[in-house]
Nanobody
């Protein structure tokens, strides 16, 4: 497993931006596909975005497409989630995930088997 540490959450007004970071000390980071999920109060955890180990493939949920951007910096063992034009509905705890099988991000029944999860960072969007 990979130890993941998220940061960058906070309180922001609707229409604002935040950038989340997820770092690991593992040098094998570059072999992992990485993803972001979120969980709002009273709701199930949902997929937000994923990026392949090469960085060439990305995928987004329809609710964030065009507003959020996932990227990675292998030199820093870090994956980012740039969130722009934030909406009240984006309020949630955001979790970073790591696995070597990209299908686990894109195939809902497989998400429960994702190898590693971070502890989460709170994002609150206010009106």
């Amino acid at each position: 497993q990979v130890q993941l540490v998220e940061s960058g959450g906070g309180l922001v007004q609707a229409g604002g931006s935040l950038r989340l970071s997820c770092a690991t000390s593992r040098r094998t980071f570059r072999t992992y596909d990485m993803g972001w999920f979120r969980q709002a109060p009273g709701k199930e955890r949902e997929f937000v975005a994923a990026i392949s180990w090469s960085g060439r493939i990305t995928q987004y949920s329809d609710s964030v497409k065009g507003r959020f951007t996932i990227s990675r910096d292998d030199a820093k063992n870090t994956v980012y989630l740039q969130m722009n034009d934030l909406e009240l509905e984006d309020t949630a705890v955001y979790y970073c995930a790591a696995d070597r099988d990209f299908r686990k991000y894109t195939t809902p029944p497989m998400r429960a088997d994702i190898e590693s999860w971070g502890q989460g960072t709170q994002v609150t969007v206010s009106s």
